[in-house]
């Protein structure tokens, strides 16, 4: 157990020069350095004026300061209905939530959810509408679920002859692609494409890509329209100006995101209900780590969160997350096999979610058989391959490589 804990500890250790390494290789980038899709109003306004339409968007859908539900109001757009996601349309929901339809207090707009039992638009609800508007910031995680309601939104206006326009934004994890290709006999709504954990594709690229490769309901295409955003480039870092979720609250927490979030199929805990979600990792008992921590209830933001009122022991794996895999981002295949290796009672160690987080029961075997993280990821390669060559027909932004 020793061994495996000193993996960890060695990773941690080597912050100091990795920072001093990978200085050069990347770029910061904040909103006042770009022009976000939503933000190119001259582009987009003309497809608008005249029609009814409907907006899926919460609260990153910002233009500048003022959101872009408001933004279209005020330039006499007819806004009929909004779709919203996960989270709900002010970002207050936690995950897996559910949120109810509503009306929007400012606007007295009609609120669609598009979480819990109606993640797909009726073609009621797509009734007189003629485009819809999608404008959310992403993370670029297969399993982040914005990307399932984009492939739902687009599939079905392609059933009812509606038009999708899409105001892209930069991926904070658009400088990489990593992880198993989602086998479709695990497809569900936290992974719905063959795709990698990290696809390295902005919001836009990746609706391209679904409409490209034929992956809504009998290889509908649906029309499409994206606005791109001005002065991007993949291996930027950009630095969010909006939370996506309640838990995503840090830049560190989205570079961890990828990887942490496959403990969500373990009974780790990870932080939700601490001031640390996505940062820290950790179990009560857990033989070895360098922090503990007791996660608690926290209304809209952690309601009964894994190992709640327990004392956890674990890792804080913040500044992990701030140099290392900033600098050089992958699927953490260490991290999980360590913990794994640690972990009292194996035969509990994954759930059944473990599967559909990974998209593949293969991850889940190649562990318990006691294959490295060098083997696993040389087992992806070559599909891995594969996807790239895909990718690189819809980018819309100068590459990484």
């Not at 329209?225 to 630095?239: D, I, P, T, W």
């Not at 640690?342 to 473990?354: A, D, H, M, W, Y």
Request: hydrophobic share 40%.
């Amino acid at each position: 157990m020793k061994k495996q804990f000193l993996l960890i500890a060695a990773c941690l250790s080597v912050l100091a020069c990795k920072s001093q390494e990978y200085s050069f290789v990347f770029q910061d980038i904040y909103p006042k350095d770009i022009e976000v899709g939503a933000e190119r109003t001259y582009a987009y306004f003309p497809l608008l004026k005249g029609k009814k339409i409907a907006l899926c968007a919460n609260h990153t859908s910002m233009v500048g300061n003022t959101h872009l539900l408001d933004t279209l109001l005020s330039a006499g757009m007819n806004i009929v209905k909004v779709f919203t996601p996960e989270h709900g349309f002010r970002g207050e929901s936690e995950a897996g939530e559910k949120v109810n339809n509503s009306i929007d207090a400012k606007t007295k707009i009609p609120i669609v959810s598009l979480y819990g039992n109606n993640k797909k638009p009726t073609s009621d609800q797509m009734s007189g509408i003629d485009i819809v508007v999608f404008d959310i910031q992403d993370v670029g995680a297969r399993f982040y679920t914005y990307i399932s309601t984009l492939h739902y939104i687009m599939e079905v206006a392609a059933e009812n002859g509606v038009k999708v326009l899409v105001l892209d934004r930069p991926n904070p994890n658009g400088f990489w692609v990593d992880g198993p290709i989602l086998d479709t006999a695990y497809r569900s709504f936290v992974g719905m494409h063959p795709v990698p954990i990290a696809h390295g594709m902005t919001i836009g690229e990746y609706a391209k890509m679904i409409n490209g490769e034929g992956w809504l309901t009998g290889k509908k295409k649906c029309e499409l329209a994206v606005v791109s955003v001005f002065g991007y480039a993949h291996l930027f870092r950009y630095q969010l100006p909006v939370n996506p979720s309640p838990n995503l609250s840090t830049m560190e927490a989205i570079y961890l995101y990828p990887s942490l979030c496959l403990f969500e199929g373990t009974p780790m805990s990870i932080g939700r209900g601490t001031d640390k979600p996505f940062k820290i990792l950790g179990y009560p008992n857990f033989p070895e780590g360098n922090i503990t921590f007791t996660p608690q209830n926290i209304p809209a933001i952690a309601t009964n969160p894994p190992c709640a009122g327990q004392k956890c022991k674990g890792f804080d794996l913040t500044e992990m997350g701030a140099v290392i895999l900033k600098s050089n981002n992958f699927v953490n295949i260490d991290l999980v096999i360590a913990v794994y290796e640690l972990f009292p009672q194996k035969e509990k160690f994954f759930t059944p979610f473990f599967d559909k987080l990974a998209g593949t029961k293969k991850l889940r075997e190649q562990i318990i058989e006691g294959k490295t993280a060098v083997e696993i990821k040389q087992s992806w390669q070559e599909d891995l391959t594969a996807f790239k060559q895909i990718r690189k027909k819809y980018l819309l932004y100068p590459d990484f490589e």
